[in-house]
């Protein structure tokens, strides 16, 4: 661990920081940064800040994350909702102490269904709302190496995680010093 963040035995040869919602600007952005840090073989360090944001870009930057391998997530600050899948597709997962972990289920944004949606049609968004939900949590779990029912207690603990919490959950390797 202390060579991927202090460069002293296994650097990291890029640094990429997420802040802030994910996007799909910023799902597009990242995953071009770690498609050529495969081509150039490097290791990447992504320092992660965020309260979440799309479910689904969330994913596709956990699976860019995966084919790129050898890479790092740190927590810090907040670590939450869809960015967990982030944090959860990294071969290395820490999180400085005083990182806090939330999760929750997806839920129906207004303008998705819009404002004079039918009942037939808000049965659908929420059928489609859950089967995104069970994706998001068994790919999440499966990163981690848990299964998907640890990971849905949590979002029905409706509570706040600690950077101890996380690591005894499984979702972090270690702590570090903010």
Avoid at 42 to 67: P, Y
Wanted: some cysteine.
């Amino acid at each position: 661990m202390p060579g991927w963040l202090n460069g002293a035995q296994h650097p990291a040869n890029v640094k990429i920081e997420i802040e802030g919602t994910i996007t799909p600007a910023v799902a597009k952005m990242v995953i071009a940064k770690l498609q050529a840090a495969k081509r150039r073989d490097q290791r990447v360090l992504i320092v992660l800040d965020s309260c979440g944001g799309d479910m689904t870009s969330a994913l596709d930057l956990g699976d860019a994350i995966r084919e790129a391998s050898d890479v790092a997530v740190l927590a810090r600050h907040n670590c939450n909702s869809a960015a967990l899948a982030v944090l959860a597709a990294a071969d290395h997962r820490f999180a400085q102490a005083g990182t806090k972990f939330s999760f929750h289920s997806a839920s129906l944004p207004t303008a998705a269904i819009g404002e004079s949606a039918n009942v037939v049609e808000l049965v659908r968004a929420i059928g489609d709302l859950r089967a995104h939900d069970r994706r998001f949590l068994s790919k999440v779990a499966g990163w981690l190496g848990i299964e998907p029912y640890a990971l849905a207690k949590l979002d029905h603990a409706e509570r706040t995680l600690t950077a101890r919490d996380a690591r005894a959950a499984g979702i972090i390797h270690e702590i570090t010093a903010p």
